[in-house]
């Protein structure tokens, strides 16, 4: 069994910063990429930004210079610093990854989510 638990989130005030972080634990034989997605109030889930096992890494336009993707391999932790929030950037924030449990067993998982709220 593998679990995704995420922390960090918060209430912020624009242009403030939060770091997101992404612990995976369980039977895990190797994970490869990692991301991070949000849904806002009444809108659809969106990639927020990913990074592969090897490092590299992609962003949502509207995130890019302001948001930076990480990762600890030792520790199966993904991590997400936010600078310069905006309100649009509230919503919650799910981390994912595309684990191999067994040499034939691989997926997604999710994890719980995490709020992060953006207001003055």
């Known amino acids: 069994q593998v679990q995704l638990v995420e922390s960090g989130g918060g209430l912020v005030q624009p242009g403030g910063s939060l770091r997101l972080s992404c612990a995976a634990s369980g039977s895990i034989f190797s994970i490869y990429t990692m991301g991070w997605y949000r849904q806002g109030p009444g809108k659809q889930r969106e990639l927020v930004a990913l990074?592969?096992?090897?490092?590299?890494?992609n962003y949502l336009d509207s995130v890019k210079g302001r948001f930076t993707i990480s990762r600890d391999n030792a520790k199966n932790t993904v991590y997400l610093q936010m600078t310069s929030l905006k309100p649009e950037d509230t919503a919650e924030y799910y981390c994912n990854a595309d684990i191999m449990t067994t040499i034939i067993t691989r997926r997604d998982y999710w994890g719980q989510g995490t709020q992060v709220t953006v207001s003055s």
């Open positions: 990074i592969t096992s090897g490092g590299s890494t």
